[in-house]
């Protein structure tokens, strides 16, 4: 991200204008379209709003941009003379197709965290660059030979990764597979996109866990599917809930979580696990198993997932690297009967040739290699170690003001908040005291969730994350 | 792939069994499904088909599968006893959701080069590993160290290769841009994918050139979006019928590959750029330029991009590795208006959450070195060798019964079928013979088309690629 230089010998906004001015002239703000905002822009070059200002006047007096008070300064439509009649009017393809955008909160995030790095980040769902393998795939990348063969790959994934992924399962899930059954995706994410858009229809209704990550996926929104609730206690969804819902509403598919849910940490009781199956079993319907977390189990061993129990063929599978090693690698994998693993390969050749090989090549080696068990020791005893640190600072920072329970797995905190605040306002007030959560709408809770990851943020950052949520939170009180 | 071991005790059809009995018992063919057809099985394993007959009369014996005449063998709805009373019916979920299956002729392609392994490809449109930098990337990856955050990065790409790919675009395509106007993609595909399912809604109206690489992907059509078609001739499209389709059908975006167009090879004239843009200037009309074989120009200099003379912002241009580097890298890039990059950079996160972040440093440095240079050179000298090969077999072999051009840059040739044979056949001949091609037909030309790529082919295996579809070709005239 460009900054402007305080040694430079022109004024700071002078250095600000010629930068927008030369970002106009290259076509990406074309005629038409809207700077950003005098604040937004002040937080990112890092410089007082007053000197923005004065940028945006001189690109004014110069006949760049207008502004108009309430609509936004505008690259103006006569800049480039005669010429071009029109510009495409792109706010409009920015909000066509079928996507919705991501949700207001969830931008809001991601947006904090670009502008302040300093910000103690308990919001993004992923592990600390110290728990992730780094020295590890390093070393791997210097040992191995990789003058494979660098051409189109097969779209269900490569072969020696399959392979690794199906030993990997039934040593570690007791799943037993072949390497023929799996697909390699990018990600659960990629897995779940592939499911909602491949498999189901616009219009289908599915259903999915009450509070749950599926929620705050506009995916599910922009595949067009009808969402039902099924709510999620102590023991996960109760499965008389899926049976109503498949009789008032026909749902097509059940999206669950059952190890360690995300947000709450819930955990799907054995005796739900077995009635889930036999009614799905005899509703014939398709259960959709997300299982990222179990392999973070910090005491005993994770229940044994669905799939493992699975004998009529319903249920879809699907693991990743991102919570047990690295969110960045992009790897994960679905495990699913043929005819859907052929259907999901050719879909997937639409929309992005299959994954980068290079990464595949990595994570199966990885997977094989003498650095995983250790490697997995090591993530479960410092994420039950940071959970221990984040519960101490919420019983020093938040006696009487939070409500929730230590999770034996996975990589969050779901919290009740007693005192009664506005979701928005409390994570304005976090991000101005420096921290960041995850309001809990954002998961289809009630009122009065939030969800802190003390995976993410370092071991000594934890205490003081909370302490600056406690004060936001105390402010609005 | 498994196989059966021919130094077993067991007779082969009873390993086969041993084998499908496995695979349907862990659920990759649930009860109902279809097993493979007894011709395919035979071809994968390596096996008689009386063998495959065999192995499906043991299943049978043990009422694990039924066969109806016509019907193909299914794993039989009574093999799990009576408790799963149905499975889904995971044929009708492969059927669902909004995306077509690829076309015929290339899963039939693809099909048939996974299932033989000698056949000479003169199909797949990308590089011979020997035309890859493999060893260059081998040694980036044992020079560096890759011990950055592997967390989840900007969905916009990671900002060392945006940087690396604005100083190239400039470099090599003169093409000015910032590091915030470029989104990085997995190759071309997801560039397209992403603006025929974000930038254009179901309904709306495009200009394709014909014929066109993008009539082969099914994307256009998953999308809903109408077809429309743009001749192109040596020089390219024409320009007043861009004009004549947007008067009619109002389309909202023409997709142009102006050099070294696949699969013609053509060259969209200078004069002819110009009036392009002046007219996508005058209708407010976004022009795709889809540019991947620029830099494998034999001789001169490739002719600048619509996007290097484009004042009014009215270009999306799409960039890739696959064609200069390596296929399976899947690295692209897209230079776009801010207000896109941001909406696609969205919906980016909701399907895969963006690219690895390994096959993006890799790329990046590449771009950076000083292997670069040098592997350009000595691609364009081989491409052209090859180009050269390829065609003094076509005059040696078919003299008289195809018609070309010598393309002055990328990976095809584009011929005429003098004798009028029906397409599917001549594949067919061809796939028996030993090589394969892609039809004209596949890519919307009127019959008579085919398009040989000589670039993946081995040099040595050109020659004789061509007198396999020689062969061919004269035992249907
Ligand atoms: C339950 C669940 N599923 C899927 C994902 C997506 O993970 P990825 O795409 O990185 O594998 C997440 C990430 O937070 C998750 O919590
Ligand atoms: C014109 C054109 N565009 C796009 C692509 C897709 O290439 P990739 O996704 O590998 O970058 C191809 C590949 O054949 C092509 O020929």
Chains 1, 2 share one sequence.
């Not at 129990?309 to 693991?319: F, K, M, N, R, S």
């Amino acid at each position: 991200m460009w900054k402007p230089d305080r040694d430079d010998a022109r004024p700071l906004y002078v250095q600000i204008a010629d930068y927008l001015e030369q970002r106009i002239a290259y076509g990406d703000f074309p005629p038409g379209s809207v700077l950003p905002s005098e604040r937004k822009l002040a937080v990112q070059l890092q410089v007082n709003r007053s000197t923005i200002i004065a940028a945006f006047g001189e690109l004014r007096a110069m006949g760049i941009v207008e502004s108009h008070v309430g609509r936004g300064t505008r690259v103006s439509m006569m800049k480039w003379g005669a010429a071009p009649r029109h510009t495409p009017n792109w706010s409009r393809y920015a909000e066509g197709g079928q996507f919705l955008p991501n949700l207001p909160f969830m931008r809001r995030i991601r947006e904090a965290l670009a502008e302040r790095p300093g910000l103690i980040d308990m919001a993004s769902g992923e592990l600390a660059g110290d728990l992730a393998p780094t020295e590890e795939i390093a070393t791997l990348l210097k040992e191995h030979d990789y003058t494979a063969y660098l051409g189109y790959d097969n779209p269900q994934g490569s072969l020696p990764l399959r392979q690794a992924v199906a030993e990997y399962l039934l040593r570690h899930r007791g799943i037993r597979t072949t390497e023929s059954s799996i697909l390699i995706t990018s990600g659960s994410q990629q897995s779940l996109y592939l499911i909602t858009q491949c498999l189901l229809s616009p219009g289908e209704a599915v259903a999915i866990e009450d509070p749950s990550y599926c929620y705050s996926l506009p995916l599910f929104q922009s595949a067009g599917l009808r969402l039902f609730r099924l709510p999620v206690d102590e023991g996960g969804v109760n499965p008389e809930d899926i049976l109503e819902l498949y009789r008032k509403h026909r749902i097509k598919a059940v999206f669950l979580n059952p190890n360690y849910q995300n947000p709450t940490g819930a955990v799907l009781s054995d005796e739900r696990r077995k009635r889930v199956l036999e009614l799905a079993g005899e509703l014939g319907l398709p259960i959709i198993e997300d299982d990222p977390f179990s392999l973070t189990s910090y005491g005993d061993m994770p229940p044994s997932p669905l799939k493992s129990i699975d004998q009529a063929g319903t249920v879809l599978y699907i693991g990743s690297f991102s919570k047990i090693a690295a969110s960045g690698l992009r790897v994960g994998w679905m495990v699913a009967p043929h005819a859907i693993v052929e259907r999901l390969a050719d879909a997937r050749q639409q929309m992005d040739f299959g994954l980068s090989i290079l990464p595949q090549l990595v994570a199966g080696q990885f997977l094989r290699s003498e650095h995983f068990a250790p490697h997995l020791d090591r993530l479960r005893t410092s994420l039950q170690f940071k959970r221990d640190l984040l519960i101490e600072a919420m019983d020093k920072e938040l006696r009487g003001l939070v409500e929730f329970e230590a999770p034996s797995g996975g990589l969050h905190l779901w919290c009740r908040l007693l005192p009664e605040v506005p979701e928005g306002k409390l994570l304005e007030e976090s991000i101005a005291a420096g921290t960041v959560f995850v309001p809990g709408s954002v998961y289809g809770s009630d009122k009065g969730y939030a969800r802190f990851t003390f995976a993410r943020p370092k071991e000594e950052d934890i205490a003081p994350g909370v302490a600056c949520f406690a004060r936001a939170l105390r402010s609005l009180i």
